[in-house]
């Protein structure tokens, strides 16, 4: 699906609530916070920014973020009984819509000193998301940004998910076509001006199998190993890549 310029500039604006919604929620990041203090915090942006929450009611989710500490890969739900302690890493997963245009991001960060390996986990993690976001350019082809993402993880000796992939986004979140963060064997569709993505990789620290808890929404490692999570939304442009959710 091609955007026109009028629906890029609501997307644009969805995107920048969103990277608000990460700098509120990155300012209260520190040991002894719950994850509900964090869902507070972007509810506050969707709030004051007259955003509505596209998580919120997502299938049945009860919350305006994911918030996955540690093994969490992803779709942790918010509450006050999960405190975040020294050490830990929490992936924080944003949305909102504006005037019926989305925006989805989210990142991984650390809660106080975290240990070398979680950290290299991060960089490594974010790292490929941009090698992923620079291969959407006009002409070329889609499932380039998997083989990007899975080039710098497995470089790092680190396991891309499978399961949960990124994905096109506009008057929905989650719109065709997927976007695999590995190489699925075919390039996929040519890449053409007013594109929009959301381009997401999972990387664990360990193997990349997942396994999803008896809440039916938390996802975690099936080694129990670290997992990190970054995401932007993103379109083609004549320009190259322009990533609506950057702070
Ligand atoms: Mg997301
Ligand atoms: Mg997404």
């Not at 918030?67 to 949305?95: A, F, K, Q, W």
Request: with cysteine; proline share 5%.
């Amino acid at each position: 699906m091609r955007r026109n310029e009028g629906e890029l500039i609501k997307m644009r604006k969805a995107g920048k609530v969103v990277a608000e919604m990460h700098e509120a929620t990155r300012a209260v990041i520190r040991p002894g916070i719950t994850t509900m203090d964090l869902n507070r915090a972007a509810a506050d942006v969707i709030e004051r920014r007259g955003a509505t929450s596209n998580f919120l009611g997502y299938h049945g989710f009860p919350a305006v973020i994911c918030t996955s500490p540690n093994d969490m890969i992803v779709h942790g739900i918010p509450s006050d009984d999960v405190v975040l302690h020294e050490g830990d890493i929490i992936s924080v997963d944003c949305g909102a819509i504006i005037e019926g245009y989305h925006g989805d991001a989210a990142y991984t960060a650390g809660v106080g000193e975290i240990s070398k390996a979680a950290a290299r986990l991060l960089e490594v993690t974010e790292r490929s998301l941009f090698a992923g976001i620079e291969q959407l350019t006009k002409g070329n082809r889609l499932h380039e940004v998997g083989r990007a993402v899975q080039k710098v993880a497995e470089a790092a000796g680190f396991g891309v998910v499978r399961e949960y992939v990124g994905h096109g986004i506009g008057t929905a979140m989650h719109e065709a076509p997927q976007v695999p963060n590995y190489w699925p064997g075919t390039p996929g569709p040519m890449l053409k001006t007013g594109m929009v993505f959301a381009i997401e990789p999972m990387v664990n620290i360990g193997s990349p199998e997942t396994m999803t808890l008896e809440d039916g929404w938390a996802v975690v490692t099936a080694d129990g190993s670290l997992s990190a999570h970054f995401e932007h939304t993103i379109a083609v442009t004549e320009h190259g890549p322009e990533i609506f959710t950057l702070p």
